[in-house]
């Protein structure tokens, strides 16, 4: 997260649980970036990574003890797949890595070196 501010890029999570859920589940109180509630799933539409949980989906995550509802406050039964993406400030999408997988996350190094390579392209 140190190089990615260095090379002046802000992090910045968004989660599909509302802010109540967020505050009572987060273990580690000073994050060192920004996070935002977006329980609608608007965010995640927009990017293209929101998906449609079926009815025995929703029962299997019920199963694990996972109370979608509670946890977003909406009945829609919509997730995003977990994503990294890299923006400009103006906007543009320069980098992207999905995985529907939640445990497997983006090599760092191959994330710093798309970092680097469109932190070298905005010039000065």
Excluded at 97 to 116: F, I, M, Q, T, W
Aim: hydrophobic content about 40%; charged content about 20%; glycine content about 8%.
């Amino acid at each position: 997260m140190e190089e990615l501010t260095s090379l002046g890029f802000r992090v910045v999570a968004i989660s599909p649980d509302r802010p109540e859920q967020m505050l009572t589940s987060l273990k580690v109180k000073d994050l060192g970036y920004a996070l935002f509630s977006d329980s609608p799933t608007h965010a995640a539409a927009a990017f293209g990574i929101a998906y449609q949980l079926s009815p025995g989906e929703v029962d299997r995550y019920a199963g694990f003890g996972i109370d979608l509802e509670a946890a977003s406050g909406k009945a829609h039964h919509r997730l995003p797949v977990p994503s990294v993406f890299l923006v400009e400030a103006g906007g543009t999408i320069r980098w992207v890595y999905s995985n529907p997988d939640y445990r497997v996350r983006p090599d760092n190094g191959k994330l710093l070196e798309a970092a680097r390579l469109h932190a070298a392209d905005a010039g000065p």
